[in-house]
C-alpha cells in the first residue's frame, strides 16, 4: 500500500516576487520507490500566497542551496527542488519525518507528525478570523464542508460571535429608524 508523504516543491513552482507557491505534484513514498504523482482532487491543485517571513526564509535557503550546487560541482543532480538532499537528489519523505522528530526532542517539543503542522496552520488561520472557504483553498479541500467538519472545534465562539454582530446590526438599525 502506498501513502502520500508530503507534498512536492519546485523552484519552478515558487515565485518569490509574488509571494506565492503552486501545488502541483506530491511525492509517494513505494515498496519500489520514490513516485510523482498529481494531487488527489483538482483542488488539490493550487496557487497559495505567502507570509513575508516565509518568502525570506526561501530566498535565504536558495542562496544556501546554490552555494552548495557551486561546492559539489558536476555530480548535484538538479531537479529544480526547494528541498531535496545536499547533492540535489529528492529526499525520502522518512527522512524528512525523521529529521523533524529530531529537530522537536532539540527544542523539547511533544513529538508529532509533520502532517500536523497542516493542522496547526489551518486551526491558528481559522482563529485569527480567516474565513473558512480561503482555509480550505489554501489546505486543498475539494470543499469547504470538509475544512469546517474537520476544524469547527477551533471556533467554539462562532454562534455567539454571530448573535452579537445580529444586536449591533439590529440596534444600528433601530437607532437609524428612530432618528428618522
Keep these: 500500500m502506498t501513502q502520500v508523504l508530503y507534498q512536492l516543491l519546485w523552484w519552478s513552482d515558487v515565485d518569490l516576487q509574488a509571494g506565492t507557491v503552486a501545488v502541483r505534484q ?18 488539490g491543485r493550487r496557487l497559495i500566497p505567502l ?10 535557503h536558495r ?3 546554490a552555494e552548495d550546487r557551486l561546492k559539489i560541482g558536476p555530480d548535484y543532480q538538479d531537479h529544480g527542488l ?8 529528492p529526499s525520502k519523505p522518512s527522512g524528512l519525518t525523521n529529521g523533524f522528530i529530531t529537530l522537536l526532542a532539540r ?16 486551526t491558528h488561520i481559522l482563529r485569527e478570523g480567516v474565513h473558512p472557504k480561503v482555509v480550505s483553498e489554501r489546505l486543498g479541500h475539494s470543499t469547504v464542508g470538509i475544512t469546517l467538519d474537520t476544524y469547527s472545534h477551533v471556533l467554539p465562539g462562532l454562534r455567539e460571535d454571530a448573535a452579537r454582530k445580529m444586536d449591533s446590526a439590529l440596534r444600528l438599525a433601530l437607532e437609524e429608524v428612530r432618528q428618522k
Design 63 to 65: 542562496r544556501q542551496q
Design 82 to 89: 526547494v528541498f531535496a538532499q545536499p547533492d540535489g537528489q
Design 26 to 43: 506530491s511525492l509517494e513514498e513505494t515498496k519500489s520507490g520514490l513516485c510523482f504523482k498529481p494531487p488527489k482532487t483538482q483542488k
Design 107 to 122: 527544542a523539547g517539543l511533544p513529538r508529532m507528525r509533520f502532517h500536523d503542522l497542516r493542522h496547526g496552520h489551518a
Design 51 to 60: 507570509p513575508t517571513l516565509t518568502v525570506e526564509q526561501l530566498r535565504l
